[in-house]
T-cell receptor, first 112, second 113 residues
Framework: GEDVEQSLFLSVREGDSSVINCTYT??????LYWYKQEPGAGLQLLTY?????DMKQDQRLTVLLNKKDKHLSLRIADTQTGDSAIYFC????????????FGTGTSLTVIP | DTGVSQNPRHKITKRGQNVTFRCDPI?????LYWYRQTLGQGPEFLTY????????KSRLLSDRFSAERPKGSFSTLEIQRTEQGDSAMYLC???????????FGPGTRLTVL
């Protein structure tokens, strides 16, 4: 919604790193999020980053934020088959009264 | 903490009928969100409550949709005169705190025939 854009598909080999990219729209967004959705399961928050940060690391996950370009990325180190899922970025748009906008999702396939 | 629950999990209805869904958030979460998700898309924001007050509503939301959260706890989403285009998964999420970590329920899948 509201033009939060992601590439649709990504395929990587087990053990490699995955990088999922997102372009968001609202420069006043306070927080940006990454969610994971496995088949038949609900959305699960993976991590978030505050807008005044450039990077956040959480175990195998690294989030990079480029505010100038409104670009967010999620790097998954040592990707495992259990990481196969759809990944959504989301922004908490302060300019629309904190309406929450998700991207279209990136389907990650991990090849054994 | 039992998580966010939604009922029913599935609903099949005929076009023109009214349907109502319920969401029970995590207790003490003051914010509650409704989303709609169709196949191949991300969740689409519908509306948002802080306690019992409905603070925001998507400008794309038809007047046939209404939501309530009467005592600041559970919420209901009603769709009047359903149309086939309303077929989707309806998701509820709740949160509290500054960074608004939203916990999602399993969703209600609506099929309009």
């Amino acid at each position: 919604g509201e033009d939060v854009e992601q590439s649709l598909f990504l395929s990587v080999r087990e053990g490699d790193s995955s990088v999922i990219n997102c372009t968001y729209t609202d420069s006043s967004s306070t927080y940006l999020y990454w969610y994971k959705q496995e088949p038949g399961a609900g959305l699960q928050l993976l991590t978030y980053i505050f807008s005044n940060m450039d990077m956040k690391q959480d175990q195998r996950l690294t989030v990079l934020l480029n505010k100038k370009d409104k670009h967010l990325s999620l790097r998954i180190a040592d990707t495992q088959t259990g990481d196969s899922a759809i990944y959504f970025c989301a922004e908490d748009q302060a300019s629309t009264g904190n309406q929450f906008y998700f991207g279209t999702g990136t389907s990650l396939t991990v090849i054994p | 903490d039992t998580g966010v629950s939604q009922n029913p999990r599935h609903k099949i209805t005929k076009r023109g009928q009214n349907v109502t869904f319920r969401c029970d958030p995590i207790s003490e979460h003051n914010r509650l969100y409704w989303y709609r998700q169709t196949l191949g898309q991300g969740p689409e924001f519908l509306t948002y409550f802080q306690n019992e007050a409905q603070l925001e509503k998507s400008r794309l939301l038809s007047d046939r949709f209404s939501a309530e959260r009467p005592k600041g706890s559970f919420s209901t989403l009603e769709i009047q005169r359903t149309e086939q285009g309303d077929s989707a998964m309806y998701l509820c999420a709740s949160s509290r705190g500054a960074y608004n970590e939203q916990f999602f329920g399993p969703g209600t899948r609506l099929t309009v025939l």
